[in-house]
Structure formats: C-alpha cells, structure tokens
C-alpha cells in the first residue's frame, strides 16, 4: 500500500504563520474564517501575494507550528500500514525548507515528492492521499483513490460519501482498515 502524506495543512499549520504575517499588513482575519481554498478572492487579497507570502513562511520555517502534538509517533506508526511519501505542492525553492522542518519534527517518510501543482498528485501512483485540499480530493475521488481528507475551515463544506474525513492523523489507520 502506498501513502502520499501532504505537508501543507495536513502537517504543518503554515496559515498560522502567513495569518501571523497578513495580520501585520491587512484588515485582521483568523483561521476560522477561511472557509474556502481561494479565499483569497473574498478578502481581495492578491492571489499571487498570497502564495508568494506562503513561499515566505517556509523561508522561516522553524516558526511554523506542527497542526497537532506527536507528529513523530503518528508518522512512525503510520509507516507500518505501507510506504509513507511526503508528496508536496510546492514552489521548488522552498523545498529544502520543508526538509528541514520534517527532520526538525522527527517526521517518519520513505520519499520527498514535489510537485508543481496540486491536483498533479493524482495522477501519481498511490493508493490513498491524506491531504486538506478540497480540490486535490476532488480530484482523486476522479481517479478512483481513496480520500483522507484533514479538517480544515477551508474544507469543512466539502461533502462525498467516499471521503473519510479525520481531524486527527491517528484516526488514519482506522479508516484504511
Ligand atoms: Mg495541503
């Protein structure tokens, strides 16, 4: 079995960080509010800013908070049920940034993918994406993959019975079972 594990909302909560940043600059919003994957529009907020600033984040890596407690344990367990990869949507210069961060969290993977765009990873062979994009899951629900899908505000509305939805990646091994 093989696993393609997200990084971005799924490992690490890097809207902490931009929201942190944004706040500085921009009318204040908090996490809860973002409530759609391009919520940019609905704050006027420039499409490319926002990602140029997420790209930023990663530049500081080492301040971006894990999403939950134990990441170490959850990733090693979870590399138990098959070949774990870290497949990532992603700017290329920040990569290393990423790999710096996962080693700093005592993440447990076999490969570091990245790709271009996010919807690109369906077309690689995996046979179940754990990820918070309700587009890249609409996505894998086309190619026939199974969905594991992470809460988030900006997914919370999306809605399929072939999703399993978690909130917590210990919840993983009971939905592949
Ligand atoms: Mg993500």
Redesign the pocket.
Known sequence: MKIAL?????LADVIKSWLSYSNTIRPKISKHEITDWEFWKKFQINRFDFYEELSSCWKNWYSIPPTEENLSTVTKNLSNLGQVDIVTAREKSTDSFVKNWLAHHNISYDNYVSVVD?PMKANLDYDIFI???PLNATKFLNHNKTVILYSQPWNEHMYDDRIHRITNLSEVEDKIH
């Open positions: 997200d990084v971005d909302g799924v996010g990820d918070d994009s």
